[in-house]
T-cell receptor
Framework: SAVISQKPSRDICQRGTSLTIQCQVDSQVTMMFWYRQQPGQSLTLIATANQGSEATYESGFVIDKFPISRPNLTFSTLTVSNMSPEDSSIYLC?????????????FGPGTRLTVL | GEDVEQSLFLSVREGDSSVINCTYTDSSSTYLYWYKQEPGAGLQLLTYIFSNMDMKQDQRLTVLLNKKDKHLSLRIADTQTGDSAIYFCAESNPNNNDMRFGAGTRLTVKP
């Protein structure tokens, strides 16, 4: 298993500002994922972050709005840029287990973002 | 795109069985999962089932898969107040690295 921590756990931000969310894993992992969890909706994958390469963004998400860094195998950041109230959500990072065949993912506790 | 759907709420009495249902549309799904999310915590994998299976049992949990109807269910026997949480159905297939999640079912267990 993997233990994942995220910072901050929650934040309230003003419209137009940016917030960087950190994700730390207790072991080296190849693939890290960033999800958004909006109330009453499914988790939506924002992007996949592999160390040493550019993040791969899903449809509807762009690098200018959600820049991602992946400087090493245990750490990643997601920045929510030029925030608007529509960005209010829980942001989760996850990693994929390398020791199973069934693609288990481990999730961080999430960052609850409120944009005023 | 492919969808995963589940009802948003379920309320049961302590000691009863809970059944949470999920439907999906991707016929090439390989693995189907149930994740549990407790308040303030990340999602935790409860159980998974491979698409060539129709049932899996793990202590109080029973997963049923009807591949023809693309229907997945999670039965929790003798539901306890500690089972109160949001349960997410998810699926993955070998063509993608990502997983697709349902919106989550909030299970409330009343004493």
């Amino acid at each position: 298993s993997a233990v994942i921590s995220q910072k901050p756990s929650r934040d309230i931000c003003q419209r137009g500002t940016s917030l960087t969310i950190q994700c730390q894993v207790d072991s080296q992992v190849t693939m890290m994922f960033w999800y958004r969890q909006q109330p009453g909706q499914s988790l939506t994958l924002i992007a996949t972050a592999n160390q040493g390469s550019e993040a791969t963004y899903e449809s509807g998400f762009v690098i200018d709005k959600f820049p991602i860094s992946r400087p090493n195998l245990t750490f990643s950041t997601l920045t929510v840029s030029n925030m608007s109230p529509e960005d209010s959500s829980i942001y989760l990072c996850s990693v994929e287990s390398s020791g199973t065949t069934y693609n288990e993912q481990f999730f961080g506790p999430g960052t609850r973002l409120t944009v005023l | 795109g492919e969808d995963v759907e589940q009802s948003l709420f379920l309320s049961v009495r302590e000691g009863d069985s809970s059944v949470i249902n999920c439907t999906y549309t991707d016929s090439s799904s390989t693995y189907l999962y149930w994740y549990k999310q407790e308040p303030g915590a990340g999602l935790q994998l409860l159980t998974y089932i491979f698409s060539n299976m129709d049932m899996k049992q793990d202590q109080r949990l029973t997963v049923l898969l009807n591949k023809k109807d693309k229907h997945l269910s999670l039965r929790i026997a003798d539901t306890q107040t500690g089972d109160s949480a949001i349960y997410f159905c998810a699926e993955s297939n070998p063509n993608n690295n990502d997983m697709r999640f349902g919106a989550g079912t909030r299970l409330t267990v009343k004493p």
